[in-house]
C-alpha cells in the first residue's frame, strides 16, 4: 500500500463527515463516553469498530497478540482501570477470533523468541483445559475450540482484578466472551456460564466482594 492513499483516504473520510454534520469534530472534540471497553486481538483483520458497526467514541478499545488479559501487563491493566473506573464503561468485552495466528503459535513447538513468555498463557490455557483438548480429534475444531476456550480464561483474567470485581458488586457492569468468525464475518456471543465457571474458584480470587450472582 501507498502510504499517501492513507492521507488522500483522511480527506475523503474528513470531508464525508464534514457533509452530514459540519460540528462532528467539534462535538468529538468535547470528549468521549463510551459504554464498552473492546479488548481484542490485533490481528489486522479484526477491525474493532468496523465490525461492531459503532462510531468513534462509542468503544474503549485495547488490542494485543490474541487478546490477552495478563494481570502484570501494565498497558493492559491501566486501559482496564481507565474504562471502568474513570469511563465506567457497562460491559468489558473480550473478542477473540478463529484463525488467530497468536492461538496457533502456542499450539505449535517452535522457540518464537519475545514472543514466547507472551503465548506462553495461551499454552497454560491449553494445560487447563488438556483433557477437553485433547479429546477433539480434528485438529482445526482443536484450534477454534482453543480460541474460545482463550477467549472464556481472559474473561476470567478479567474477573480477577478488584477494580472489576467492585464495578460488578456496586454497579453491575457485565462482562462478555465474543469469538470473531474471520471466514463470515460473524460476531459471536460464547455466551459463557461464569456463575458455574466461578463457584469452585471464587474464594481464591475475591479481593474483597466477588458477586458472581449478577454476572
Ligand atoms: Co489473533
Not at 41 to 65: Q, T, W, Y
Not at 80 to 106: F, M, P, Q, W
Not at 167 to 192: E, Q
Request: with cysteine; net charge negative; aromatic share 8%.
Amino acid at each position: 500500500m501507498d502510504i499517501t492513499t492513507v492521507f488522500k483516504n483522511n480527506e475523503d473520510w474528513i470531508a464525508g463527515k464534514l457533509e452530514k454534520n459540519p460540528d462532528y469534530f467539534k462535538n468529538l472534540a468535547k470528549g468521549q463516553n463510551p459504554d464498552i471497553l473492546y479488548i481484542g486481538c490485533s490481528d489486522s483483520r479484526v477491525s474493532a469498530e468496523d465490525l461492531m458497526g459503532v462510531k468513534p467514541g462509542d468503544v474503549f478499545v485495547h488490542r494485543n497478540i490474541a487478546n490477552m488479559v495478563i494481570s502484570i501487563d501494565l498497558n493492559m491493566m491501566s486501559v482496564l482501570t481507565y474504562a471502568v473506573e474513570n469511563l465506567s464503561v457497562d460491559h468489558v468485552v473480550i473478542c477473540g477470533h478463529y484463525y488467530c495466528g497468536g492461538v496457533k503459535a502456542a499450539m505449535d513447538a517452535a522457540d518464537l523468541g519475545i514472543l514466547n513468555p507472551w503465548l506462553r498463557n495461551i499454552r497454560d490455557v491449553y494445560r487447563l483445559h488438556r483433557k477437553e483438548l485433547n479429546g477433539i480429534e480434528d485438529e482445526s475444531s482443536k484450534y477454534n475450540r482453543l480460541v474460545e476456550l482463550n477467549v472464556q480464561e481472559q474473561c476470567v483474567n478479567v474477573l480477577k482484578t478488584a477494580v472489576v470485581q467492585k464495578a460488578i458488586r456496586n454497579r453491575g457492569m457485565k462482562i462478555h466472551g465474543w469469538v470473531f468468525d474471520v471466514s463470515t464475518g460473524k460476531l459471536i456471543d460464547l455466551k459463557i456460564d461464569f456463575k458455574n465457571i466461578l463457584k469452585e474458584i471464587t474464594e481464591i480470587y475475591d479481593l474483597g466482594g466477588m458477586n458472581i450472582d449478577s454476572l
